[in-house]
């Protein structure tokens, strides 16, 4: 399997923008953004798949984040603006896909059981 690998994490103040990139094979279909805050559960910010190229966004994103994907450089991205404290965890990108979610929407599939190849992460941290 290949592994993900993320980066642009950093320090931003609220408002400000950040763009994650991830690092995937040429023959993922189906990429997700997921974070996670201290204390609380893993969750699905943005994923998109192939067969289905406008991304699903979690509610608390929509409008300011946003996800796409380079095939020529195997990279997918999450331009994320105007964030604000709640939006601080560590955000990891997710490839191989379940085949049990395969025939879904990308909203049903973007969840942590979904995907099997999990990156190591990386911090994003906006103070309040």
């Known amino acids: 399997q290949f592994q993900p690998v993320e980066s642009g994490g950093g320090l931003v103040q609220p408002g400000g923008s950040l763009r994650l990139s991830c690092a995937a094979s040429?023959?993922?279909?189906?990429i997700g953004w997921f974070r996670q805050a201290p204390g609380k559960e893993r969750e699905g910010v943005s994923c998109?798949?192939?067969?289905?190229?406008?991304?699903y966004y979690t509610d608390s994103v929509k409008g300011r984040f946003a996800m796409s994907r380079d095939n020529a450089k195997n990279t997918v991205y999450l331009q994320m603006n105007s964030l604000k404290s709640e939006d601080t965890g560590v955000y990891y990108c997710?490839?191989?896909?379940?085949?049990?979610?395969?025939?879904?929407?990308?909203?049903?599939?973007?969840?942590?059981?979904?995907?099997?190849?999990w990156g190591p992460g990386t911090q994003v941290t906006v103070p309040s």
């Open positions: 998109m798949c192939r067969s289905d190229p406008n991304p």
């Open positions: 040429e023959f993922t279909t189906c």
């Open positions: 997710a490839t191989d896909l379940s085949t049990k979610y395969r025939f879904t929407t990308n909203q049903a599939l973007c969840i942590p059981g979904a995907f099997g190849s």
